[in-house]
């Protein structure tokens, strides 16, 4: 080996090393990398208790009831969900059927009390004719479903 | 016969190779690249903001706030790229001890940290009206500024040392072992639950509108052509202020 071959093995050699260290690292820490907690993973225990962490999730279309400035709305992940009680003023994008993410407590009774309610955005990038035409579409294949169940 | 043939072509493809290694043969080079890269720039900023800011549409959700990302986007993939390109550039020099290889990864460095803030500050931006927060601590968000810090802490070392030999190695350590966090920004949308949205262009893929995605990607060499002129711009400057007792520098900058 020449020399320049020693130390591109050495150099490569190095970070092979510290990629699989980071990577033990990142895995080690899994739990914390977490941004939330999904509801199926509220309902079966694998969130916190006793403190402050973030549940995510879609806003259940139909759910929302505003009373002043006392919201409350289920969060769901199509397989479970949970209520979800919130006093403040709601970001922009907040919207029933839209992506969620709520940081606060799980109380005893099963209610979520969020101190902060963040929307979260998907990767779509579309115009409103385009989501009007999506929209629709998903709509007549709910009807088409509903009616062949029938 | 043939044989010889072949060694000689070796020799001479090598040989172009090493030409450009050369600071005195690169530098005429790099300011050609340079002045084509600027005019490059303007041209497709232009372009590219006209077609962002009046031919694409609202976004159906966001309303206007999601043209941001003809700047965001283009500004976080150079942040990433130039990271890449210098911790090559400084691994090059650490193998070969090619000196033009260090002064091309100090060049990139402080272009890489300007992208760095432009995306998280445009980010910033984007996400008070949208998530209804300035700055959340997500896995992509964090390993963004980690980023940052990398590109920081890569010029400080740089800089610290009086033997700029010293400063070379020493911070090329860092530009290689930093290289680690680009994979992890680039999958953390995919690895861990993020508050940030996952990619909307991928190999092969868009969830995007045409035209949205046409000024995304003509922003996008848009800001290649500035990053490759800026970077040129200060590589010049670097073989001057290291090869300045030079007798070809004289000659060249008389």
């Known amino acids: ?9 050495l150099i490569l050699g ?29 309902t079966s225990k694998e969130a916190p208790t006793g403190r402050v962490f973030r549940l995510g999730g879609m806003v259940e279309a139909g759910s929302v009831k505003r009373d002043g400035v006392n919201v409350s709305f289920r969060v769901t992940d199509t397989a479970q969900t949970v209520a979800v009680a919130y006093s403040g003023i ?26 902060e309610v963040l929307a979260k955005h998907d990767e779509n ?26 | 016969m043939a044989r010889t043939e072949q060694q000689s ?33 303007c041209l497709l900023t232009l372009v590219g903001l006209y077609v962002g800011f009046f031919v694409a549409p609202t976004d159906a959700t966001q309303g206007e706030v999601y043209r941001v990302i003809f700047i965001h986007v283009p500004a976080a ?19 070969l001890g090619t000196r033009l290889s260090f002064m091309m990864s100090h060049a990139l460095a402080p272009t890489g940290a300007i992208m760095a803030v432009v995306a998280l500050w445009t980010g910033a931006l984007w996400g008070r009206p949208t998530w209804g927060t300035y700055w959340v601590w997500d896995a992509r968000i ?24 010293k400063g070379d190695r020493a911070s090329a350590l860092i530009a290689l072992v930093g290289a680690i966090n680009v994979p992890i920004i680039y999958f953390s949308v995919k690895w861990w639950t993020t508050l940030h949205q996952g990619s909307s262009v991928r190999p092969g893929s868009s969830s995007m509108a045409t035209t949205m995605l046409w000024a995304m990607l003509i922003m996008t060499f848009a800001f290649w052509a500035y990053c490759v002129a800026a970077a040129m711009h200060r590589l010049r400057t670097q073989i001057i202020e290291r090869e300045s007792g030079s007798a070809w520098l004289r000659e060249a900058v008389k």
């Not at chain 2, 130039?82 to 650490?94: S, V």
């Open chain 1, 90 to 115: 709601l970001p922009d994008l907040f919207k029933e059927g839209k992506g969620v993410v709520a940081q606060g407590t799980l109380g005893d009774d099963g209610v979520f009390r969020a101190k």
């Open chain 2, 142 to 165: 964090t390993s963004t500024l980690i980023l940052f810090f990398l590109y920081v802490g890569y010029m400080a070392l740089a800089a610290a040392f009086d033997d700029k030999k």
């Open chain 1, 1 to 9: 080996m020449t020399i320049k071959q020693k130390r591109l093995a």
């Open chain 1, 14 to 42: 190095g970070l092979g090393v510290i990629a699989a260290a980071i990577a033990l690292v990142l895995t080690a820490f899994n739990q914390n990398l977490v941004f939330f907690f999904t509801p199926s993973q509220i």
């Open chain 1, 125 to 150: 990038y579309m115009p409103p004719e385009a989501a009007t035409a999506v929209e629709r579409a998903t709509k007549a294949r709910e009807m088409a479903a509903k009616t062949l169940k029938q």
């Open chain 2, 9 to 41: 072509n070796d020799k001479f493809a090598g040989r172009w190779f090493w030409r450009y290694a050369s600071p005195a043969a690169f530098y005429p080079l790099a300011g050609k690249i340079e002045n084509v890269c600027w005019v490059l720039a």
């Open chain 2, 77 to 95: 993939w150079m942040a990433m790229v130039i990271y890449l390109a210098m911790a090559f550039w400084a691994g090059t020099g650490l193998v």
